[in-house]
Nanobody
C-alpha cells in the first residue's frame, strides 16, 4: 500500500504561480511511477503530468505543457508540481497518483492504483 498526501493548493490570480507537493510513504518510492490528475465537479478526472521512477522522463497534458513542471526527489519521497502562468481553467482539485507496476509513464486513471486525497487549486481572473 502507498499513502500519498498533497499540500500546497490554494488561491492564485491569473498569471500567478503555485507549487503542489506530494509526500509518499509505504513503498520504496523509487519503484513508483508518479503523476498528477485534476478534477472539477461533474467532470472526469483528467491527466495533468507524469514522471518516471528515476525522474529522467516526464510528460504533460497539452493544456499545461510549457506552464507546469513535475519533479521528484527519491531521497525525500516527494513529488512536486510547479504551476506557472496559471489560468482560471486550471481551477480544480489536484490529485497525486502513483503505481509500482508501470514501467515508464502513466496517462490514464486506470494506470494508477494509489491516489491522494486531493488539494484544491482556485485561480481567479
Amino acid at each position: 500500500q502507498v499513502q500519498l498526501v498533497e499540500s500546497g493548493g490554494g488561491l492564485a490570480h491569473s498569471g500567478g504561480s503555485l507549487r503542489l507537493s506530494c509526500a509518499a510513504s509505504g513503498r520504496i518510492f523509487s519503484n513508483l511511477v508518479t503523476g498528477w490528475f485534476r478534477q472539477n465537479p461533474g467532470q472526469e478526472r483528467e491527466f495533468v503530468a507524469t514522471i518516471n521512477r528515476s525522474g529522467g522522463s516526464t510528460d504533460y497534458a497539452d493544456s499545461v505543457k510549457g506552464r507546469f513542471t513535475i519533479s521528484r526527489d527519491n531521497a525525500k519521497n516527494m513529488v512536486w508540481l510547479q504551476m506557472n502562468s496559471l489560468k482560471p481553467e486550471d481551477t480544480a482539485v489536484y490529485y497525486c497518483v502513483a503505481d509500482s507496476e508501470l514501467l515508464q509513464l502513466g496517462y490514464s486513471r486506470e494506470d494508477f492504483r494509489f491516489w491522494g486525497q486531493g488539494t484544491q487549486v482556485t485561480v481567479s481572473s
